[in-house]
């Protein structure tokens, strides 16, 4: 692979853009690159950079693109929804199209309002929560990540993990005694703690992927709405990764746990920008104009945006029974021949699946069931498997705190040839073990 146009770009994008990048985990640090690759175009499965390599995709945008990359029925709406205008700053038919659509497929969410981010949605939902509770506090999951607002950004995954820590700085200390941190899984954590504070809300990823993908079960996810339900505390479930992608209804219909406010991203815009909050309706009057929490924001609702959304997630609603089954045998079919080839590499490995998401982690552990575990995973082997696949015209996340992500257009051969280099790659990686 030849890297120049990307290492020039990147020259020129450092100097202006911090770190080069406008999200850190796209430096590609934590893997030993001295520079990412630019990306110029995407389609299908595959991600174009601007040296003209041609990449397998197992990123998709960090989780949007379950129809892959610029799919012809999201970009013909996106096409017609562009003649009409960029943004009005006033409704559109088209919000309240997406909003029933998405209400159908979560039936805990009597409302629902978009925002531009994953990171509004969360934001906001905490805030709406506090007003509606009259408490201050939260609580959230170590390694769990909801986007980068003030009081979530405590004990966090995702890219704080990626660069080697958890909290970030520039947030007062008023903020952070407000927000509790529980270990994923830990039942009786959680219930010393709202037994014993008055806690707003608890948010969780209900299938955490921002520390890597951890299992969940249905048995964790009742105790945490039974102990929310008799401690008045509301349930919120950060779907921003699981919405649309464990299953149409997301991780509360995969295991049959209600929430009371649900949060919803990228996904619902079909990669455009889209984020959503939602919950039963005696929480969302709490919002304004109705009730007296704030929200607001000039692309809220953006009409190119929810117009890619509403394809989307019509497509997902046509076609759940085929499409949520085949993504799962792609995902079925990739790891148990990467399980095979750990095997026959020594190389000790422990994946974990569901749905279309996976991650590969490099331990000798049986399970991989919290942050801990993920921590002590082998960083070296991650970075010599990221780096052989990107050099063989694959790309995976690059940090081992990320899921990799399959679309209905990664194809047999796609996958096959995806297996061929994480051959070449385990091969490295069992030398370096002596073996
Ligand atoms: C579970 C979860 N919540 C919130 C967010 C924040 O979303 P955004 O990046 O759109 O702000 C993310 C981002 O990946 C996420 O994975």
Redesign the pocket.
Same mark, same amino acid.
């Given at each position: 692979m030849r890297y120049s146009n990307s290492e020039k770009i990147y020259e020129r994008a450092v100097k202006i853009i911090p770190g080069g990048v406008n %999200?850190p985990v796209r430096a590609f640090k934590s893997v030993d690159k001295t520079y990412p690759i630019f990306v110029n175009r995407g389609k299908g499965s595959k991600v174009y950079d601007e040296d003209g390599n041609e990449y397998i995709d197992y990123i998709c945008s960090? +989780?949007p693109l379950i129809l892959g990359h610029n799919n012809e029925i999201v970009l013909n709406g996106v096409r017609e929804a562009i003649e009409l205008g960029s943004s009005f700053g006033l409704p559109t038919k088209m919000e309240v199209e997406l909003a029933e659509l998405v209400c159908k497929c979560y039936p805990s969410m009597d409302m629902i309002r978009f925002t531009t %981010? $994953? &990171?509004? *949605? &969360?934001m906001a939902a905490v805030r709406v929560a506090r007003a509606f509770t009259n408490r201050n506090k939260i609580l959230k999951f170590e390694g769990?990540?909801? +986007?980068?607002s003030d009081s979530l950004l405590v004990s966090s995954g %995702?890219g704080l993990l990626t660069d080697g820590y958890q909290d970030s700085n520039g947030i007062t200390e008023g903020v952070l005694k407000d927000t509790l941190v529980a270990k994923f899984g830990d039942v009786e954590g959680v219930r010393a703690i709202l037994e014993s504070e008055e806690v707003a809300a608890l948010i969780m990823?209900p299938v955490p *992927?921002?520390m890597g993908l951890i299992d969940s079960s249905k048995e964790f996810l009742t105790a945490m709405r039974d102990i929310c339900t008799e401690t008045g505390t509301l349930l919120i479930f950060?779907?921003?990764?699981s919405g649309f992608r464990v299953a149409l209804g997301g991780a509360q219909e995969y295991y049959g746990i209600t929430p009371d406010i649900t &949060?919803l $991203?990228?996904i619902i815009g079909g990669g455009y920008?889209v +984020?959503a909050f939602g919950g039963k309706k005696e929480i969302m009057d709490m919002i304004a104009p109705v009730g007296r929490v704030y929200h607001a924001g000039t692309l809220s609702g953006n009409p190119v945006a929810v117009r890619a959304g509403f394809e989307m997630v019509s497509y997902l609603m046509k076609n759940k029974e085929i499409l949520y089954k085949e993504l799962e045998e792609k995902v079925v079919y990739i790891t148990d021949k990467i399980e095979e080839l750990g095997e026959k590499y020594e190389v000790p490995i422990k994946i974990n699946r569901l749905g279309s998401l996976f991650t590969i982690f490099f331990t000798n552990l049986e399970e991989v069931t919290a942050l801990n575990h993920v921590i002590d995973s082998n960083t070296e082997h991650y970075s010599v498997y990221f780096n052989t696949l990107l050099d063989n015209g694959v790309i995976a996340p690059p940090s081992k705190y990320e899921a990799h992500f399959v679309s209905i257009e990664h194809s047999k051969e796609d996958l096959d040839k995806t297996l061929e280099v994480i051959e070449l790659a385990f091969k490295k990686i069992g030398e370096l073990n002596g073996k």
């Open positions: %999200s960090w +989780g %981010s $994953g &990171t509004e *949605a &969360t769990c990540y909801h +986007g980068h %995702s990823e *992927a921002n950060d779907e921003v990764i &949060t $991203g990228k920008p +984020g």
